[in-house]
């Protein structure tokens, strides 16, 4: 198996390790590590791999211990625990940039620090759309201008930087005909940020643009299960419909614009019986 820096599991990272052990090591069992770690529970090991059991700060330095692992092995180790065992969004990208901090990892995912930057700030994928512009100028104090001064020209400078790097602006500065594939945690972490930003930039947007300018529309409905999930396939399918309006050929945009959408719950739904049944 690799080292413990090519996992964003610890889990995984645990099961793999097993293998490993049992494979070389004849005496090595469920019961010979919860032994070895301190454990009065013979399959604990087993029961942290199936996701039945979390880690405890006390637990996983009993971990690294019996895994043998060195000091920056074990930082590691417990930072991947925390990042996998924490459930909310914040703690997760604060471990998350914790773990892009080590050089091994990086290596591994080498593009996904620069990825999470892209997607996780508002203003990189504005820029990226204002190179489509008529009357684009690759000079950032005319970009940091247009954006209203809502970004810095130190800012504007990383953006074009970073956007020549991963591949998504062109040397004539163009944005190139490139999708940006992502690594899962990137993705995950940075659509957290981003929505954050941009629910911010509509609250600003609210109080300082014209109507003629904006178009706020809110629902307040009673629906069950089944709605929902038609809603959110609707929402899809319209967010496609105006990709392809926007991508046939027209007049030369003229300036960028935020289209968002928000659908989420107000009240609790019931649990459906068969739930409530495996919940007992």
Known sequence: ?????????????????????????????????????????????????????????????????????????????????????????????????????????????????????????????????????????????????KLNKKVSVKEVKEALELLRRIGLLTAEGKAAHKALTTGEIARSLAAFAFHEQVLDQAKQALKEQSVEQREFAAMTVAINETQLKRLKEMIHDFRKHVLNFLSQETEAPDRVCQFSAQLFLLTEGEAKEEEKESAQ
Do not use: C
């Open 1 to 145: 198996m690799g080292s413990i820096f090519m996992y964003t599991d610890h889990r995984k990272y645990l099961e793999d390790r097993y293998k490993e052990l049992k494979a070389t090591q004849a005496a090595f069992s469920y019961r010979y590590f919860s032994k070895k770690a301190g454990f009065a529970s013979p399959n604990f090991l087993k029961l942290v791999m199936d996701g039945k059991r979390n880690l405890s700060a006390e637990s996983i330095y009993k971990f690294a211990d019996a895994l043998k692992l060195n000091k920056k092995e074990k930082r590691f180790f417990e930072i991947l625990v925390q990042y996998n065992q924490s459930t909310d969004p914040r703690q997760k990208e604060h471990y998350y940039l914790q773990m892009l901090e080590f050089p091994e990892y990086r290596k591994v995912y080498h593009l996904e620090q620069e990825q999470y930057e892209y997607l996780s700030r508002w203003y990189y994928p504005a820029i990226l759309e204002m190179t489509r512009l008529a009357d684009f100028e690759e000079d950032p104090r005319w970009i940091a201008d």
